[in-house]
T-cell receptor, first 113, second 110 residues
């Protein structure tokens, strides 16, 4: 059974803190993605990685960075958290090719106060 | 204009009803199309891919109209368990990235 796990289901951080969100997949997928989901805006792609140490910016990369040191692990970093980064963060993975299913993790609800 | 647009709903239908959702996309070069389903407080999961010739999976039928740039999802004989948000998903440009619509919420009532 395919599995994508995220380090926390709920996280509360203060403005200005550095925040790490971790995602691990056990399917040996090359592609990994970070999205945020907000009411009325749907899922928006933050960053995409197609291989270890390789990344591409998505639609809303400002204020975020990513790290992929191992194939199974993709981290999202908020260098200095702000209240407008309060959101649901979803990680996904897939094999290469847009025609293939993306498998999502359960999400991390981040609140920045 | 958003790349992928959906009516957010909610669509409130009785059990057994037939319901249809449409989704429009702005990039005529889009190549891949999907419907994902997202239950309340859960992650999205693939419901079905949408092929040019249309495709059916049990009670679910998906259609693609490239000329008018929309895709549709038809659900027949609605069940209570069909209550969810349905996300229209498009690959708008070359590469692996997908664009998600805002979702259409369906509530099936007894």
């Amino acid at each position: 059974d395919v599995k994508v796990t995220q380090s926390s289901r709920y996280l509360v951080k203060r403005t200005g803190e550095k925040v790490f969100l971790e995602c691990v997949q056990d399917m040996d997928h090359e592609n990994m993605f970070w999205y945020r989901q907000d009411p009325g805006l749907g899922l928006r792609l933050i960053y995409f990685s197609y291989d270890v140490k390789m990344k591409e910016k998505g639609d809303i990369p400002e204020g975020y960075s990513v790290s992929r040191e191992k194939k199974e692990r993709f981290s999202l970093i908020l260098e200095s958290a702000s209240t407008n980064q309060t959101s649901m963060y979803l990680c996904a993975s897939s094999i290469p090719g847009p025609q293939y299913e993306q498998y999502f993790g359960p999400g991390t609800r981040l609140t920045v106060t | 204009r958003k790349e992928v647009e959906q009516d957010p709903g909610p669509f409130n239908v009785p059990e057994g009803a037939t319901v249809a959702f449409n989704c429009t996309y702005s990039n005529s070069a889009s190549q891949s199309f999907f419907w994902y389903r997202q239950d309340c407080r859960k992650e999205p999961k693939l419901l079905m891919s949408v092929y040019s010739s249309g495709n059916e999976d049990g009670r679910f039928t998906a259609q693609l109209n490239r000329a008018s740039q929309y895709i549709s999802l038809l659900i027949r004989d609605s069940k209570l368990s069909d209550s969810a948000t349905y996300l229209c998903v498009v690959n708008p440009r070359a590469g692996n990235m997908l664009t998600f619509g805002g979702g259409t919420r369906l509530m099936v009532k007894p």
